[in-house]
């Protein structure tokens, strides 16, 4: 595999556009900036603003730095249309989480919101800036029934099947919680599946957790530290650096409005108590890199003593520039599948289909007691033959397509070994 490359060559070249157009510092003129921009320059940029979730950050951009006389009328149309749909629907959705957490709060259950849900009441200025697709809740282990119970008295349905009583240390949360016209509630217990290689003490998390208010509402919300940690663990480990660049946004707002006042020290030793030196190392990297922000280069000396790692980074941004078009259909599995021998096919073949009981039980919604869950082991390989045997044969007869999206796979997989600190590239 050759090595991974700079911003330019990870990036096409309205993704580069809209990068230096949202560059910090954000307060100045653009004059520089958008007078090379033609009309048809400008269609290219709204397109790939919208592919990396970056629609309603441009609007803010342009707000912020008095831009709007220096774009297009009709971009300036379509920015505020979208902004004004972002408000109107997030407006619903802070009115759902606050019947939600005053009904929890009455009921004597802790609750710290989570991700987007703070994110748009307490770090972008106003609701409108930035979208979420669900409410985020961590709840105390032990008040974990009761919160599931009056969800449920409520109208929230679990959306699969789920047993309290099991480990479930492969997930953080209850299964999505629905209910008609209304957003989808998670409830969690941890901030990360407890089997990954990280530390995280949700006690600490409840002790560091500092008051907060949402939807007209007061609560509880993860501390400064905990917080950027917590958006860098679910960006760059969690989800594989993919779901949109707004991620690292999102971080660079953070850090832009709290820089002064972070405890940079307690930022160090809850990260090293976690394991998560090097994912937050990786994060602030990327962060820098692409919107400019940076923390403070003692704090990122002492993430990673060891110095920079020049070939994660340019990884890192391999997985973060691309749009999954190329791979499409490809996982971690089947890429490691395309790079096995005969024995190490059949084993990985055997693994992903004859998943534990508890797996499959929330897979299919079926109790995984019911005489009948043996059944499901077939309706899994029907559904995996399905899903991947198209992408499989296509490796296996060499396409050139297909076996690049294996080893960009397998890239993001020795990214994340090395974010645990058990590889290296």
Do not use: C
């Amino acid at each position: 595999m050759n090595a991974p490359g700079s911003m330019e060559m990870a990036f096409s070249q309205p993704t580069m556009s809209l990068i230096n157009l949202l560059a910090y510092p954000w307060e100045g003129t653009l004059a520089e900036k958008t007078s090379p921009l033609a009309p048809e320059d400008w269609r290219a940029l709204l397109e790939e603003a919208e592919k990396r979730a970056l629609t309603l950050t441009l609007y803010y951009r342009l707000r912020v730095a008095h831009g709007e006389a220096l774009v297009p009328e009709w971009v300036w149309e379509h920015l505020q249309t979208v902004y004004l749909a972002a408000t109107a629907r997030n407006m619903v959705m802070l009115h759902h989480a606050a019947g939600i957490l005053r009904a929890l709060q009455e009921r004597g259950i802790e609750v710290i919101v989570l991700k987007g849900l703070y994110l748009v009441e307490q770090v972008y200025p106003e609701i409108g800036l930035r979208t979420f697709s669900d409410l985020d809740l961590l709840v105390r282990r032990e008040q974990l029934a009761d919160a599931l119970t009056l969800m449920q008295n409520q109208g929230y349905r679990l959306s699969t099947w789920y047993d309290p009583q099991a480990q479930n240390t492969d997930i953080k949360h209850l299964p999505p919680l629905e209910k008609a016209q209304h957003p989808t509630l998670e409830l969690h217990w941890s901030i990360l599946e407890e089997d990954e290689p990280f530390e995280i003490e949700t006690a600490g998390l409840w002790e560091r957790a500092v008051e907060t208010t949402i939807a007209g509402v007061k609560t509880r919300a993860l501390d400064s530290e905990d917080f950027l940690l917590h958006l860098a663990l679910h960006f760059t480990y969690q989800h594989r650096l993919r779901g949109g660049l707004r991620n690292l946004y999102d971080i660079a707002e953070v850090l832009e409005q709290r820089m002064a006042r972070m405890n940079w020290q307690k930022l160090l030793a809850t990260a090293q108590q976690w394991g998560a030196q090097r994912v937050t190392w990786l994060t602030f990297q990327l962060v820098e890199g692409i919107t400019r922000v940076t923390a403070p280069k003692e704090v990122m000396t002492a993430l990673l003593p060891e110095g920079a790692d020049s070939y994660a980074v340019g990884a890192a941004l391999e997985q973060a520039g691309s749009l999954d078009d190329a791979w499409a259909g490809l996982t971690p599995d089947l890429a490691a599948f395309s790079a096995a021998g005969f024995f190490g096919k059949i084993k990985l073949l055997i693994q992903r289909v004859f998943i534990s009981h508890r797996v499959l039980a929330r897979e299919y919604n079926i109790n995984p007691a019911s005489p009948l869950i043996m059944v499901y082991y077939l309706a899994r390989v029907r559904d995996l033959w399905r899903r991947y045997a198209r992408s499989g044969w296509r490796m296996v007869a060499g396409e050139e397509e297909a076996l690049a999206g294996a080893d960009f796979e397998q890239q993001n997989t020795r990214l994340r070994e090395w974010m645990r600190g058990t590889g290296k590239f």
